[in-house]
């Protein structure tokens, strides 16, 4: 079974807008640590935020903030006014403390495009 | 602070001819090491992850393998390519253990071509 989803395949967003990219996870682990990473056209993996299954308020890290739903098990990346470089694809990923040992299942990735 | 450097940048090899791809880590000690495949468009896929030296494991049988005959090298390898091959490879790190809250630090890639 397919334990990262992203359903958007692409998105779109206007300049200093704000987006959503969705990001739903299965794990029987009590423990497991959710990731964002941003891939440029240039092809570098680059990491953005983490949120622990522990973790009772949402990670946030400059214009990015992670809408952590654990009982919906839902990690949505919200990216606060847009910019143009922010045109990238986005990758979320998780990792399981007990049963994952050590390894980082990906999501098949989001494609954001910023419009000016 | 730590690094890592991943060669070559691009690489366009024929069929059946062998393959080296290098990774190398700067900065930590005994760190996780990933090899990944990119299809173009797609999300990445994990090959093999190592532990430590000479300690491999692969996620999907293939034509490749890898090695680590240094705590802070990664080798990926293949005796004869085939047109499958092809793709966009990355190297990543994360510090050692089993930590969940541990990111992955990526390479810049190594587009790989088979003709």
């Known amino acids: 079974a397919q334990k990262i989803t992203q359903t958007q395949p692409g998105m779109f967003v206007q300049e200093k807008e704000a987006v959503t990219l969705d990001c739903t996870y299965d794990?029987?682990?009590?423990?497991?640590?959710l990731f964002w990473y941003k891939q440029p056209s240039s092809g570098e993996m680059i990491f953005l935020i983490y949120?622990?299954?522990?973790?009772?308020q949402n990670a946030t890290e400059g214009r990015y903030s992670l809408n952590f739903q654990k009982a919906r098990k839902s990690a949505n990346l919200v990216i606060s006014a847009s910019q143009l470089g922010d045109s990238a694809m986005y990758f979320c990923?998780?990792?399981?403390?007990?049963?994952?040992?050590?390894?980082?299942?990906f999501g098949a990735g989001t494609r954001l495009f910023v419009k000016a | 602070s730590q690094t890592i450097h991943q060669w070559p940048a691009t690489l366009v090899q024929p069929v059946g001819s062998p393959l080296s791809l290098e990774c190398t880590v700067e900065?930590?000690?005994?760190?996780?090491l990933y090899w990944y495949r990119q299809a173009a468009g797609r999300g990445l896929q994990l090959l093999f992850y190592?532990?430590?030296?000479?300690?491999i494991s692969s996620e999907v049988p293939q034509n490749l393998s890898a090695s680590r005959p240094q705590d802070r090298q990664f080798i990926l390898s293949s005796k004869k390519l085939l047109l499958s091959d092809s793709g966009f490879y990355l190297c990543?790190?994360?510090?050692?253990?089993?930590?969940?809250?541990?990111?992955?630090?990526f390479g810049d890639g190594t587009r790989l071509s088979i003709l």
């Open positions: 949120q622990g299954s522990y973790d009772e």
């Open positions: 990923a998780m990792r399981e403390g007990r049963t994952g040992g050590f390894k980082t299942i």
């Open positions: 190592s532990v430590g030296i000479g300690q």
């Open positions: 900065g930590t000690s005994n760190p996780n």
């Open positions: 990543a790190w994360s510090v050692g253990g089993q930590g969940e809250n541990q990111p992955q630090h």
């Open positions: 794990t029987s682990d009590q423990s497991y640590g």
